[in-house]
T-cell receptor, first 113, second 115 residues
């Protein structure tokens, strides 16, 4: 049973465009939602994270939008660049119970020049 | 800050041999370390969680006698793949966190190829 559902599986965006990746969850006990970026052959790197008491968080070109009532959160990459081409994973965890991460299935983003 | 290293970055071994992978937190003390396995174009699959000084907790379906995990210090955890077989070939990634951190910091991964 997939605790966190992620879409789309793959995404192609023109340079300068906006990339949007969506995730949904069922467990309302989740209280921490990070996004990771992974390049081929490398480990995931933390991109940005949010807690459910905030509806939006922005860091540079990356923004998380969080909708608690809909149990959805999304990553927006503004002004997408070819260097952003990577696989993106959302995750969710319950921080006071060992903090096991439940990962989405990943989105392969390709930004074309 | 929050750098996690893994060694080796890749390893090729013969079937039946054992392979040890090290995971180190370089600039923080990791009370908890996690080991993941990742197949090509797939998500990360949690194998086990280890707390410093305690036995690892394995996920369902992961053989603890095959994947030996030791978390002997606050900066080092090791994963030993015993009697490796070709089906154990995969990308193994560790992550680490402290008791005060919400997030996990990942190592660069270790590519294992068993011939």
């Amino acid at each position: 049973q997939q605790q966190v559902k992620q879409s789309p599986q793959s995404l192609i965006v023109q340079k300068g465009g906006i990339s949007i990746i969506n995730c949904a969850y069922e467990n309302t006990a989740f209280d921490y939602f990070p996004w990771y970026q992974q390049f081929p052959g490398k480990g995931p790197a933390l991109l940005i994270a949010i807690r459910p008491d905030v509806s939006e968080k922005k860091e540079g070109r990356f923004t998380i939008s969080f909708n608690k009532s809909a149990k959805q959160f999304s990553l927006h990459i503004m002004d997408s660049q070819p260097g952003d081409s990577a696989t993106y994973f959302c995750a969710a965890s319950i921080t006071n119970t060992g903090n096991q991460f439940y990962f989405g299935t990943g989105t392969s983003l390709t930004v074309i020049p | 800050g929050a750098v996690v290293s893994q060694h080796p970055s890749w390893v090729i071994c013969k079937s039946g041999t054992s392979v040890k992978i090290e995971c180190r937190s370089l600039d923080f003390q990791a009370t908890t370390m996690f080991w993941y396995r990742q197949f090509p174009k797939q998500s990360l699959m949690l194998m086990a969680t280890s707390n410093e000084g305690s036995k690892a907790t394995y996920e369902q379906g992961v053989e603890k006698d095959k994947f030996l995990i030791n978390h002997a210090s606050l900066t080092l955890s090791t994963l030993t793949v015993t009697s490796a077989h070709p089906e154990d070939s995969s990308f193994y990634i560790c992550s680490a966190r402290t008791s005060h951190q919400e997030t996990q910091y990942f190592g660069p991964g270790t590519r294992l190829l068993v011939l």
